[in-house]
């Protein structure tokens, strides 16, 4: 089992930046793949980013170029920096994490591992 837990949500003006921080315990050696989520009020859940273990990344087309993310093996965490915030990245945001990383841009695969999801709010 691993266990994700995520940090740094939180209410941001628009323009604003956060930075998003996920670690991950337990059998972390199962792990290949981080990435992060999010679920709007009313809509489907969405892949933002997702890393490899050999950094390879994928970003939703929505934050190319606003959001970054990267991941310390070292520490066994991922981070999401979030840049130029809009309204409409208000959401909760969740953390995943997989051996595969096919599952992150699969319409019916799923990451097996996930966090606890924490809320950003973007608004004036």
């Known amino acids: 089992q691993v266990q994700l837990v995520e940090s740094g949500g939180g209410l941001v003006q628009p323009g604003g930046s956060l930075r998003l921080s996920c670690a991950a315990s337990?059998?972390?050696?199962?792990?290949?793949?981080m990435g992060w989520y999010r679920q709007a009020p009313g809509k489907q859940r969405e892949l933002v980013a997702v890393i490899s273990s050999d950094y390879s990344t994928i970003y939703a087309d929505s934050v190319k170029g606003r959001f970054t993310i990267s991941r310390d093996n070292a520490k066994n965490t991922v981070y999401l920096q979030m840049n130029d915030l809009k309204a409409e990245d208000t959401a909760v945001y969740y953390c995943?994490?997989?051996?595969?990383?096919?599952?992150?841009?699969?319409?019916?695969?799923?990451?097996?591992?996930w966090g606890q999801g924490t809320q950003v709010t973007v608004s004036s």
């Open positions: 995943a994490a997989d051996p595969r990383m096919v599952v992150f841009i699969s319409r019916s695969l799923h990451p097996d591992y």
């Open positions: 337990g059998s972390i050696f199962s792990i290949n793949a």
